[in-house]
């Protein structure tokens, strides 16, 4: 797979693209395949080593992903659902999103699960519209989270 990989070099934290083999991803029991994938200002200081964002290297950056699930442990996300993995330390103390195929997550970090919902409204809801998507009640006309707590 290729991944935005923030490793630790001579002259600090660098980013860069890389190919990755799904064996160095940190763990989780939801495998997904991004569509997807949100940085932020965190990401790009992270990139460029001019800030210590990433709290383990190397690490993949991204706080969030648009992704289908693969496969997983949890019986409520089968094969093809489509959910948002959004904070929960993504692309700080653990991989984040930005990456082009499957990648493990834990299953109670991926939320709005409706199956009519399309990948691109999902994304619509970044770190900035979150909040107050929540909040409206909006999400409940697009999503329905399902058990657990909404990343």
Same mark, same amino acid.
């Given at each position: 797979?290729?991944?935005?990989?923030?490793?630790?070099?001579?002259?600090?934290?660098?980013?860069?693209?890389?190919?990755?083999?799904?064996?160095?991803?940190?763990?989780?029991?939801?495998?997904?395949?991004?569509?997807?994938?949100?940085?932020?200002?965190?990401?790009?200081?992270?990139?460029?080593? =001019?800030?210590?964002?990433?709290?383990?290297?190397?690490?993949?950056?991204?706080?969030?992903?648009?992704?289908?699930?693969?496969?997983?442990?949890?019986?409520?996300?089968?094969?093809?659902?489509?959910?948002?993995?959004?904070?929960?330390?993504?692309?700080?103390? =653990?991989?984040?999103?930005?990456?082009?195929?499957?990648?493990?997550?834990?299953?109670?970090?991926?939320?709005? =699960?409706?199956?009519?919902?399309?990948?691109?409204?999902?994304?619509?809801?970044? =770190?900035?519209?979150?909040?107050?998507?929540?909040?409206?009640?909006?999400?409940?006309?697009?999503?329905?989270?399902?058990?657990?707590?909404?990343?």
């Amino acid at each position: 797979m290729r991944a935005f990989r923030l490793e630790e070099t001579t002259e600090g934290p660098q980013g860069r693209l890389v190919d990755l083999d799904q064996a160095a991803l940190t763990e989780g029991d939801t495998l997904l395949r991004t569509h997807y994938a949100g940085i932020n200002y965190k990401d790009a200081l992270a990139g460029t080593g =001019r800030a210590l964002i990433a709290r383990m290297l190397p690490l993949n950056a991204g706080i969030e992903a648009v992704a289908e699930v693969v496969e997983s442990a949890d019986p409520a996300l089968g094969p093809g659902t489509m959910v948002i993995a959004h904070g929960m330390g993504l692309g700080v103390d =653990r991989d984040g999103g930005w990456r082009t195929h499957s990648a493990p997550m834990r299953s109670g970090w991926c939320g709005c =699960r409706k199956a009519s919902t399309r990948a691109k409204q999902r994304r619509s809801v970044s =770190r900035a519209t979150l909040p107050p998507w929540l909040s409206t009640g909006w999400n409940s006309m697009v999503c329905s989270p399902g058990p657990g707590r909404l990343p």
